[in-house]
């Protein structure tokens, strides 16, 4: 399943009517962060997530609060996707002792802020290794993954999601699909997923030559993601 962009195009004049009296023009125009993944930070580790904005202006900083335990230390440009949003990664590190629970996320664009969004530091994180593109023929749609999978909240679930970002040539598509655990016990297995094959389009012909990148991460059945693991498929 592919996640299609959001659009939304809105008069001014209307939307400061909505909004109703004191609300000035430049906070009627401020930008929304249009997609953000992952939205969980681990504690004691570096994740980098992913910062879609509709707007084509570079990310000039970015902004965490409550900030105690958490430091944005990278940005740097990401793939396009679609032509319509302009993806950036940022990095940031997360306390080990850093307190659970919810926090905000705005970055800052010549324009001004966007509005924050809602990330997360969860109380635990399953974790995955050992991410394999399993052989296939290479007219065929699709790509079978398989990566081990642990969580000592014995939580995984028997059909975790499985979240892929796929770039090509400067192009990114990123997706979701329910994955297949063979558990060895109550914590840990193997995790099976079937994701779009970039180099073949729905009709069988080609749409993608050369490597592209893949990465995978996965939500256990509290909700809760993993890290982030990449590779390439030829």
Request: hydrophobic share 35%; proline share 8%.
């Amino acid at each position: 399943m592919y996640f299609g962009t959001r659009s939304c195009m809105i008069i001014g004049f209307t939307l400061l009517v909505y909004l109703g009296p004191g609300v000035n023009s430049s906070e009627a125009q401020q930008i929304r962060i249009e997609g953000v993944f992952p939205r969980q930070l681990p504690r004691g580790q570096a994740t980098v997530i992913n910062v879609a904005v509709p707007s084509r202006d570079a990310i000039q900083s970015a902004e965490i609060s409550p900030s105690t335990g958490v430091k944005v230390s990278g940005i740097k440009p990401g793939r396009n996707f679609q032509g319509a949003l302009t993806w950036s990664e940022l990095t940031i590190d997360v306390a080990k002792d850093a307190a659970p629970g919810d926090r905000t996320l705005a970055v800052l664009l010549p324009t001004g802020p966007t509005v924050p969004v809602t990330i997360t530091i969860p109380s635990h994180v399953p974790s995955i290794s050992e991410l394999r593109v399993l052989p296939a023929q290479s007219n065929q749609p699709t790509l079978e993954l398989q990566f081990a999978a642990v969580d000592g909240s014995a939580d995984l679930g028997d059909s975790p999601y499985v979240w892929f970002m796929i770039g090509c040539g400067g192009e990114s598509v990123p997706g979701v699909v329910h994955g297949k655990l063979n558990a060895r016990d109550k914590g840990n297995g193997f995790v099976h997923a079937v994701v779009p094959n970039p180099h073949t389009s729905a009709g069988g012909g080609s749409s993608a030559s050369g490597k592209c990148d893949l990465q995978v991460r996965m939500s256990d059945s509290a909700g809760f993601d993993s890290n982030t693991l990449k590779t390439t498929v030829d």
